[in-house]
């Protein structure tokens, strides 16, 4: 089968790696995958790192187009990389060198859009998000502007013409059928969670040596959806426990703005670390944490969120300490018994007595483990996104599904 694979997340993000390259080098054993990813000028820049991708892209067998990602001004840049991805997409779908469009993300998808119609292609709206909601819930778009009616507009015509749509989280499914059960009749719609690669993110070989706590956050502290407010909070209430714990964040963001939120807060940014580390130095430091802070502002938007870190963790064995109200993140940490859940500010100090006192638990590590195995594996990621497009190509020929075969 010949897939045509259009993300705006480049391939150079550490996001990019654990969410598109993963499931591809899988995906390529039985499919012969083009990728077109729009990567930021710095990273663009960075020719080593352009070079590590594109030898394991080349290994895989998947031929790579990166395109370059513009800023500003912010509308008429969007519009731009709009042309130049929909340009790219039509020369290599046009007479049907493409089976299946697989569009993750909105912006894609508004691409596979026209160029379904054009070549008739069938197209996967792989959403990641409900894209509008998270928006509204970051400041950055008004509910009810013309911008957002706009945006609104193209996601329920990319829902009606999608072969098929991924969700990350069965709570944004259920969600999406309760609301609109028009638009979703008879579509094929399934749930593949935020996977991580399992063969990176693993327990440390020996236990934890016993000592100050380390309390870790990574990714993106910055995005107007993380609640800041809460991961300070955690911060603080942790250190009134255990005085000579560690905090550290791992991100790309600004330190100078971090720095500056963390005193607004009451924290004091002497006493962490904030540091970016190139991705493949993320796994073995993940390793290191006796737990994971997260905090997200909940609501609809969040119903479709399914936080890689929070996968990443559990493959390593390390347990989370977070708020609920995010996809299936409730259910999951109370269900397999892998983390703290805290809503508010004024229920930290419980929280925080709470986490200190489950990390004593010695099976804690190879639950978080097994929890990540059953439910966050690359592996089954892969299998589930074969599946769907074989139900597309069954479909289309009029022909039974064909046999899976297993994707190691």
């Known amino acids: 089968m010949k897939l045509l694979y259009l993300s705006y997340t480049g391939l150079a993000e550490p996001l990019g790696v654990s969410q598109v390259l993963g499931y591809l080098t899988r995906l390529a054993k039985k499919h012969q995958i083009t990728l077109v990813t729009v ?68 912006i894609p998808c508004f691409v596979a859009v026209l160029i379904g119609a054009l070549t008739r292609t069938p197209f996967v709206f792989d959403t990641r998000a409900f894209w509008p909601e998270e928006l509204i819930a970051a400041n950055r778009l008004k509910r009810g502007s013309l911008l957002h009616r706009a945006i609104v507009g193209m996601e329920r015509l990319c829902m009606r013409r999608a072969a098929g749509i991924v969700l990350v989280t069965h709570a944004a499914a259920d969600h999406l059928r309760a609301h609109d059960p028009e638009l979703t009749a008879d579509k094929d719609i399934v749930s593949i969670p935020t996977c991580a690669d399992l063969n990176r993110f693993f327990p440390q070989a020996a236990p934890r040596p016993s000592g100050p706590l380390r309390i870790g956050s990574v990714g993106t502290v910055l995005s107007g959806w993380f609640r800041i407010d809460l991961l300070f909070a955690s911060f603080r209430e942790i250190r009134r426990i255990a005085p000579d714990a560690s905090f550290s964040i791992l991100s790309r963001d600004d330190p100078d703005r971090i720095r500056a939120l963390a005193a607004e807060h009451d924290f004091d940014a002497a006493d962490m670390e904030i540091t970016a580390l190139a991705p493949g130095a993320v796994a073995p430091r993940m390793r290191t944490f006796d737990a994971l802070a997260m905090f997200f502002r909940s609501g609809t938007s969040k119903l479709a969120s399914c936080p890689t870190r929070m996968a990443e963790a559990l493959g390593s064995g390390v347990p989370v300490i977070c708020n609920g109200g995010i996809g299936d993140v409730r259910t999951i940490v109370q269900d397999h018994r892998v983390g703290v859940l805290v809503d508010t500010e004024d229920d930290m100090a419980t929280a925080a007595a709470e986490l200190v006192s ?11 483990r097994r929890t990540a195995e059953d439910l966050f594996s690359t592996n089954a990621g892969a299998r589930d996104y074969d599946a769907l497009y074989a139900r597309i190509v069954a479909r289309r020929s009029g022909a039974a599904s064909p046999v899976e075969l297993r994707l190691q």
């Open 39 to 106: 990567e930021k000028p710095a990273d663009l820049a960075d020719h080593a790192l352009i070079a590590e991708r594109r030898q394991a892209c080349d290994a895989a067998g998947i031929r790579w187009i990166p395109l370059r990602y513009h800023h500003r001004p912010r509308l008429l840049a969007t519009a731009w990389d709009l042309l130049v991805l929909t340009a790219i997409a039509f020369r290599e779908a046009i007479g049907g060198k493409t089976d299946i469009i697989h569009a993750r993300a909105y």
């Open 358 to 368: 489950f990390l004593a638990d010695p099976n804690l590590p190879e639950r978080c």
